[in-house]
């Protein structure tokens, strides 16, 4: 069995350090926990383990010896075996397969032999047999399970790997009580047989369960390594938030707006994929923030009321009047304005001109079909000098442009004709810290004139400079609501992690 | 192992068959259209009017096996009909210039289908280990194939030996000599179905970053993909050589988005992952047996193409229909 340390890696993505200074001492027998808010590098350290990222200085080492993880595959002839939190499995097949892939077992060589692939399958099926729910079986197809039956069938491959070290980044996001606690029945044993075991939750109470040691990251450094059974939730948000960070944001968050209009948006009850049971109102002038964790919800809340995707239950009120929404153009022609950080996918019209980048909505909103050119610059001025949007011409396709002056490009283009809300989704991904400030010192004026603007930012202190309440995300539903003198950056930890 | 049961249980039994047997839509529309030429024309029906079928549409089968092995694994290969050309020009020539005997015959086409390995290789070269575009690396590599069977053979109608076609038209015991090629392709796939690579390349297929992330040797296995599919685009060279009985350095460049069309025909999923070959041989007789029907029914030359686009259009619909209904 095998130890496992890291000294001092460093991982930059152009002038984004992601990692600073990662350390970490991994014991064998020992469940060791890597904790750290949004973008505090412990799933970079993981990758480097992992050899999914090369670190640029540094060093691992393995039994004391200095070892070069080129690539997953290097990473287990290492005996490192890794659960991805995004999975890591072929949907079209079978649970047993995904469970032997790579290393499938094989007869003369060739062929799969399937007796020994349905055996080994069986053996990891069955610790998880009486929870694993409807429909699980070693011949099923990976497409056809649920999300937590998903989760576990990366759990038995990376078991099935029986690797000395195991990784296991954020195995438990999908799983229900009784899965999580055989699961933790499994880990114990792989302790006690020596295996060395690192272990990502965002659940408070699972990390006190299960863990030996606990290890905080915040802002790409290894803080500190602590016996879990020696520390406590409190302390432990404490190392993440930072004793600076402590002393400043306790002091005095910023004034909220004073708010007292009708709700301009009022959710209740919304349920559909990702999220359960979500409620909340914004009011005219009011900036609602959505915090936790990445992934709790938040985006598909958001999605689901702008009708990107379909909803389950729930009611959605704009203005007093009940709407049910079922595609972007309604939710538009309802008065909502969606502007999401992955511009890529959600924002940008590649390749087009500005113009043509900015006016769409103007278009949707007044039934247009011909239009005089110079009508629509004169329109579009407006909304983009306020931004103070930096470009050349109309003309210019809108790709020339950096990525911040391409989210105002795309912000302006909700301006020209007011919306009632605004759903911002992260959506200052990749834009530069000037655009950044711009950005907000807009939403604020926006909020002022009488919007209704919720804001999901996965930048924790964005969320605390900019929201007058933040709901706290976790697990897809709203754990916590900090308003006034609350809204410091320990309670929200606090709220993400669900420390009791 | 009673869990297995009640696993694809679950599934309605339609659903679950035409999973586990993606080639299901393919084979009821092979036997619709084998009704329907019988209907007006019984003699195509008859033992004679089959085995010359499948003469015709063996090199057509054998290279949509070759291209169902790259859209495995999320890949395609638009230089299977340049290959098919080059191969079936180095083996005339060859066996020409080695004077059309046995041994001749068997060394010339031993040297084609190494021909046909080295152009997978380098398809799997340029595209997994270079990472180019699969589409437009295949597309330039087969300008450069056709490029080297122009200059090995620059006219077509050099004649196969004698040996050759007599052997590929003839019979054994009775029974056509293509009988046995199709027996020794049936048995190759059902083989092949078990192969440790046909799980890996549709693993990979699904989705290759996670197969990455998962372990697997990616660039490995869709370098082996392009090589299986240069062989049995070599293959289908031999098969082509013993059809037309003579060398063509352009005979295969219409071929390649036939092969494409079987292997969707055959229920194959071109974005990878998911499929089978058999699914693509049926889908090759389909679109013979097309052709053969727009002649049978009668239509005027100037209309076949129509009619004959038309029908694989129509094939083509019936079977995405029937997959998408029973995935849901």
């Known amino acids: 069995m095998s130890n496992l340390t890291i000294r001092g890696a460093r991982k930059a993505y152009g002038a984004t350090v992601a990692l600073r200074r990662g350390d970490l001492d991994l014991r064998e027998g020992e469940v060791h926990v890597l904790i750290g808010s949004n973008g505090s590098g412990k799933s970079t350290l993981c990758k480097i383990v992992s050899g999914s990222v090369r670190p640029d200085a540094g060093e691992v080492l393995i039994d004391g010896k200095t070892v070069s993880i080129d690539g997953p595959r290097a990473a287990r002839a290492l005996g490192l075996a890794t659960f991805y939190q995004e999975l890591s499995l072929a949907a079209h097949r079978t649970v047993a397969e995904n469970i032997s892939l790579p290393e499938l077992p094989g007869k003369g060589g060739f062929f799969v032999d399937r007796e020994r692939l349905n055996g080994i399958a069986e053996r990891y099926i069955r610790r998880f047999a009486d929870v694993a729910g409807e429909g699980f079986s070693a011949d099923a197809r990976v497409e056809h399970l649920r999300e937590d039956q998903r989760q576990l069938v990366e759990i038995m491959k990376t078991l099935a790997t029986e690797a000395p070290i195991l990784i296991f980044d954020e195995p438990t996001s999908s799983l229900d009580r009784s899965q999580v606690e055989r699961f ?42 602590s016996l ?88 959605i009120h704009i203005k007093g009047e009940k709407r049910t929404i079922r595609s972007p153009r309604e939710a538009i022609r309802c008065g909502l304005a969606y502007i999401s950080g992955d511009r890529g996918r959600d924002g940008v019209v590649h390749g087009r001109p500005i113009l043509e980048n900015v006016t769409p909505i103007h278009f949707l909103r007044n039934k247009l079909s011909l ?127 669900e420390a009791a | 192992m009673s869990a297995i049961e009640t696993g694809t249980s679950q599934r309605p039994g339609l659903a679950a068959l035409v999973e586990r047997f993606p080639f299901l839509p393919a084979l009821v529309i092979l036997l619709a259209l084998l009704a329907l030429n019988g209907w007006f024309q019984p003699n195509s029906l008859g033992f004679r009017a089959i085995t010359g079928l499948i003469s015709t549409y063996l090199a057509l089968m054998m290279l949509s096996v070759a291209q169902t092995y790259v859209v495995y694994a999320g890949d395609v290969d638009l230089s299977v009909g340049a290959i098919l050309s080059l191969v079936n020009c180095v083996i005339i020539v060859l066996m020409e210039r080695w004077g059309g005997g046995g041994i001749a015959v068997l060394m010339a086409c031993a040297l084609g289908i190494l ?19 699969a589409i437009v690396a295949t597309f330039a590599t087969s300008i450069f194939f056709t490029g080297i069977a122009l200059y090995v053979l620059p006219v077509a109608g050099t004649p196969a030996p004698t040996i050759y076609w007599r052997t590929y038209g003839g019979r054994f015991f009775e029974i056509p000599f293509v009988f046995y090629v199709v027996a020794a392709l049936a048995i190759v796939l059902v083989m092949a179905t078990r192969a440790r690579l046909t799980t890996q390349m549709l693993a990979v297929g699904d989705d290759a970053f996670k197969a990455f992330q998962g372990g697997l040797p990616v660039t490995a296995i869709r370098l082996k993909g392009y090589m299986l599919c240069g062989v049995f685009s070599a293959l289908a060279a031999l098969c082509i050589t013993g059809d037309t009985a003579s060398g063509d350095p352009l005979v295969g460049g219409a071929m390649t988005l036939y ?70």
């Open chain 1, 228 to 315: 879990i059974s020696e520390t406590k939730p409190a302390s432990i948000i404490h190392q993440m938030v930072g004793e600076s960070e402590l002393a400043v944001t306790n002091g005095a968050p910023p004034a909220a707006a004073e708010v007292k209009t009708e709700a301009v948006l009022s959710v209740a009850g919304l349920s559909a994929k990702g999220f359960v049971n979500v409620s909340f109102e914004v009011r005219r002038g009011e900036i609602l923030g959505f915090g936790g964790l990445h992934g709790q919800g938040q985006s598909a809340v958001l999605r689901s009321i702008f009708g990107v995707n379909p909803t389950d239950q729930g009611t």
């Open chain 2, 259 to 328: 092969s494409v069309a079987a292997v969707v025909l055959g229920g194959t999923a071109l974005s990878g992952g998911r499929g089978s070959v058999v699914g693509s041989v049926l889908g090759a007789l389909i679109i013979g047996l097309i052709s053969s029907l727009v002649f049978y029914v009668g239509t005027p030359s100037q209309w076949q193409n129509l009619v004959q686009g038309l029908a694989i259009l129509l094939a083509l619909m019936l079977g995405v229909m029937v997959t998408r209904r029973v995935q849901r």
């Open chain 1, 371 to 497: 239009v005089r050119p110079g009508s629509l610059r004169e329109r579009a001025a407006k909304p983009l000098s306020a931004l103070k949007t930096r470009f050349a011409g109309y003309d210019q396709p809108v790709n020339a442009l950096s990525g911040g002056n391409q989210q105002k490009i795309v912000i302006a283009r909700w301006l020209i004709d007011r919306p009632d809300v605004l759903l911002l989704d992260d959506p200052t991904k990749g834009i530069d810290l000037q655009a950044k400030t711009d950005l907000f010192a807009l939403i604020r004026s926006l909020a002022a004139e009488g919007m209704g603007i919720v804001l999901y930012s996965s930048e924790d202190a964005e969320l605390l400079a900019n929201a007058d309440r933040i709901l706290v995300f976790n697990s897809g539903s709203v754990s916590r609501e900090l308003t006034g003198a609350d809204r410091t950056r320990y309670n929200l930890y606090h709220a993400a992690y």
């Open chain 2, 115 to 133: 021909t046909g390995l080295a152009c997978g290789l380098l398809n799997g070269f340029v595209v997994a280990v270079l990472r180019l575009q």
């Open chain 1, 184 to 225: 933790f029945e499994v880990l114990r044993e792989l302790k006690a047989q020596g295996r060395a075991i690192i272990f990502i939750s965002h659940r408070m109470d699972e990390i006190f369960a299960i863990g030996d040691r606990v290890t905080v990251i915040r802002d790409g450094e290894t803080v500190g390594t």
